[in-house]
């Protein structure tokens, strides 16, 4: 594995109100791990939060953390949920993951960020902060004097990141994104990176993995969260399920399930679900874009095969005059489709993945 890039650290991360809920003073092979000023004991589980300190105008944020220690060492596995802040599925299921985690049980340490994104998670915004119309999940490694979305990258970078053996970014269909479950496979980079990353992939079991060869390789210039690691040489994986702003229990128990999964695979517990067993790899895939603004009108359902050249939807102007139509660029199945009015040009409309 290549030797994790370690950016300069210092010292604007504080904890907020910590809160240990269960210590043992059991000898441990495992020494005390602090996220932040988040500290867990080994067997214990502490919770508290990253502050984003304010600058430039904007009041800052807070990044709620869990740290479940276990008592013998093992994997530090990072769950980060809420990058984008209207995509509530991977939110509410390390909710409930919090709980059932038992750190007397578990080798190693699961790191939970459980909202990566607040100003968007409370401002209730798709895809971009209101707080500087960035994509969180396209400015990382983040900037510790940039706008707000480029310090909550850094802080996660540093904090959790930098700490963690492997990564999982819990995403779902944004607000607006009528989604089918799959993983994200990021191929580029180091190959026993990516050998490592396809055994979490099949570990998590949605049977639909994206082949993702066009993510960048400079860890200066990562982008996306997963990929952050990635080219830091750590194995991580981007998963979905669930979508339109939902809160359904069978997108929740996937998350659940992934997440068993792979603490089965990395050896964090006995117990769990076994990898998928029929993968379908999505090796050709393409987000086909708006050609124009105005209202979107699908034509298709996620999950849906079409064919190359059929009607995806269509957009009308705001007058309802029909002004731009969406059509399959291959054979292939909907991924995810836009499933709200509101549409700007170049904007996703709708993934359309095929497997040969
Ligand atoms: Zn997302």
């Not at 910590?18 to 500290?39: E, N």
């Not at 960048?216 to 979905?240: C, F, H, M, Q, W």
Request: net charge positive.
């Amino acid at each position: 594995m290549r030797v994790p890039v370690r950016m300069p650290r210092h010292t604007p991360v504080a904890a907020g109100a910590m809160l240990v809920l269960s210590a043992c003073g059991s000898p441990s092979a495992q020494s005390p791990l602090a996220v932040g000023g988040v500290t867990a004991a080994p067997g214990a589980v502490a919770s508290g939060t990253l502050e984003v300190p304010a600058r430039g105008g904007d009041n800052g944020t807070v990044i709620p953390v869990t740290i479940v220690r276990g008592r013998s060492a093992g994997p530090t596995l990072a769950l980060f949920a809420g990058t984008h802040g209207a995509e509530y599925v991977p939110i509410i299921a390390l909710q409930r993951l919090r709980s059932a985690l038992d750190p007397a049980t578990l080798r190693g340490t699961v790191i939970m960020v459980h909202v990566g994104n607040m100003p968007s998670f409370l401002g209730r915004t798709v895809y971009y902060s209101p707080a500087d119309g960035k994509n969180l999940n396209r400015v990382f490694p983040g900037r510790p004097d940039g706008t707000l979305s480029e310090r909550i990258a850094d802080v996660m970078t540093r904090e959790i990141i930098d700490r963690a053996t492997h990564v999982v970014d819990l995403h779902c269909g944004d607000g607006n994104e009528s989604l089918r479950p799959y993983t994200y496979w990021i191929t580029t980079g180091d190959p026993k990176v990516a050998a490592a990353s396809r055994e979490m992939a099949l570990a998590f079991g949605l049977e639909r993995i994206v082949v993702d060869g066009t993510r960048p390789t400079d860890p200066a210039a990562s982008l996306y969260l997963s990929n952050t690691a990635v080219t830091r040489g750590k194995p991580a994986i981007t998963t979905e399920t669930g979508g339109m702003a939902l809160v359904d229990e069978e997108s929740i128990a996937l998350v659940e399930r992934g997440v068993a999964g792979l603490m089965r695979h990395l050896g964090m517990r006995d117990d769990g679900p076994a990898p998928v067993a029929s993968p379908i790899w999505i090796k050709q895939n393409e987000v086909v874009r708006a050609g124009a603004t105005g209202l979107f009108f699908p034509a298709v359902a996620k999950a849906q095969a079409v064919t190359k050249g059929a009607l995806i939807g269509h957009i009308t102007d705001f007058h309802g005059a029909r002004v731009a139509e969406i059509r399959a660029p291959f054979d292939g199945e909907i991924l995810y489709i836009i499933g709200t009015p509101p549409i700007s040009k170049g904007e996703p409309v709708a993934m359309i993945g095929r497997s040969k």
